[in-house]
């Protein structure tokens, strides 16, 4: 057989890869819904983080059961409340929030199987009753994330969606979080080439290269809206980074525990993002990967927080940009927006109206 033959398709072109994007999905997503469910007052993020990977990897465990297949977490348990962006996910013994009434609670987390991960993220306000501001910065947040959804077709630009999100942002008054980024998601890598800035700033804005969206590819989408007030700004506090990703570079490790501890990383998490706590000795881990991270053998996931203290909602989805449209393999549940104004922007309006269903050109 020739070379050419024994190519796999790894693109969602080949079913049996769609096929493994949506069970990822749909694991990532149950284990979301019974986190949400537990995220009650008194709750430890501790305790919810914990069990959020204690779940996913149950799930996980269930599934395409064929010796040596390789499945697994692609975004640890990340719970991050109020005016914490994202990434919080504390290791024993670090302080952990106690989630409070009406704590705005972002819940992150991912599962992947052979390599193709579905990644998701919801917002929920703990007792279940939101400020009218965070009602209407959640509102932003869905609107936005469905006229990106419908924006990110084949010959669109990156560009398009940033000034598509901008557009429902001050329909609402709100703002998107400066800087964020939506990657393309390929085999064994959440962090692809094509990327999308949803409020660039001016470095990014001069520096970024605009790229345009083709068929077959698959996005994480990534919707973080600060509330009314807000600049869109973030800073980084002294908590501890505990989320890390390892990246396709290399370097000769000096440190003997550093080589441990990268050898450790590859064989539980490959190229995903990874809690320090897979790790078998924590504590040392954060010190080890100093070596690693300072010559950017890993990525470190840093904790912001939003610099005026506002509350932040996220949403984020994974889905494809098929030849039938667009395809969700893991996406949060639509929203309760009752109270909240009406899209008035007729061009959102006219977009939001579309199917996610490629429309048949007639013959």
Known sequence: MSAAAEKVDITVANPSVVDKYKVAG??????????????????????????????LAAE??????????????????????????AYYSPLEGDESVTLAEGSVTKIELGAHIDGFASIVSDTVVVGGAPSQEVKDAIAAAYYAT????????????????????DL??????????EGMLSMQHVQNNVCGKKRVIINPNDTQRKSHETQKFEENE???????????????????????????????????????SSRLAISEVIKKAGTFPFNVKILEDQRRSRLALKEPVDHGLVDGYEVDYEREGKPVVQLFTTFAITKNG?????????????????????????????SLKASKSKK
């Open 326 to 354: 667009i395809l969700k393999f893991a996406s949060p549940q639509k929203p309760n927006l009752e109270g909240v104004k009406a899209i008035e922007n007729e061009e959102l309006k006219t977009l939001l109206s579309t």
């Open 60 to 85: 996980i465990s269930k599934v395409y059961n064929k010796k040596d297949f390789p499945k697994g977490i692609a975004f640890p348990t990340c719970i991050s409340v109020d005016d914490t962006v």
């Open 168 to 177: 429902v942002t001050k329909e609402f008054g709100v703002t998107a979080l």
């Open 146 to 165: 469905e006229a990106a959804l419908r924006t990110m077709k084949p010959g669109n630009r990156t560009t398009d969606v940033t000034r598509i999100v």
């Open 26 to 55: 749909d694991i990532a997503q149950r284990v979301l819904e019974e986190i949400k469910k537990l995220a009650v007052p008194g709750a430890s993020v501790y305790d919810l983080t914990t069990k959020g990977d204690e779940l």
């Open 218 to 256: 698959v996005y994480g989408l990534d919707i973080i809206i600060s509330t009314a007030g807000s600049t869109g700004k973030f800073k980084v506090k002294q908590t501890p980074t505990n989320i890390f990703r390892k990246t396709d570079l290399t370097y000769k490790l000096k440190l003997r």
